[in-house]
């Protein structure tokens, strides 16, 4: 169920993502601002669920450290959508904000589907 209740939250945490970022760009900062916040609600299911799955890993799990590096990859995921949303809102270059976003959700999506058990593999 949490594993769910993980990628549901991640699942409109890009939506809401993208819609900010459109909204931003086109100018409307009332809206882009209101759902930057419900975005933000969102972090707040995806560090509960996930910090609940990766308890699972502590212990005699020999996959805990992978655990630990996926948990602070997410945590980076969702430190570079706030950096590319404050950078793009305020007009300023993201580059960085995009950097720590892609390599952090890279790094997410192969511990997460491809290493990590209840994944893909």
């Known amino acids: 169920?949490?594993?769910?209740?993980?990628?549901?939250?991640?699942?409109?945490?890009?939506?809401?993502?993208?819609?900010a970022l459109v909204l931003h760009k086109k100018g409307n900062e009332k809206a882009g601002k209101i759902v930057q916040m419900i975005l933000r609600l969102d972090y707040l299911l995806i560090l509960y669920s996930g910090g609940d799955l990766i308890m699972n890993y502590f212990g005699d799990s020999p996959m805990m450290a992978e655990a630990i590096v996926k948990g602070?990859?997410?945590v980076g995921v969702i430190a570079g959508m706030e950096m590319t949303l404050g950078k793009i809102k305020d007009g300023d270059s993201a580059k960085v904000g995009w950097s720590v976003l892609l390599i952090s959700l890279l790094?997410?999506?192969?511990?997460?589907?491809?290493?990590?058990?209840?994944?893909?593999?």
């Open 72 to 74: 602070l990859a997410g």
């Open 1 to 19: 169920m949490n594993t769910h209740l993980h990628v549901t939250a991640w699942g409109l945490a890009i939506i809401l993502f993208v819609v």
């Open 107 to 121: 790094i997410t999506i192969v511990l997460g589907f491809f290493r990590l058990p209840g994944g893909l593999a």
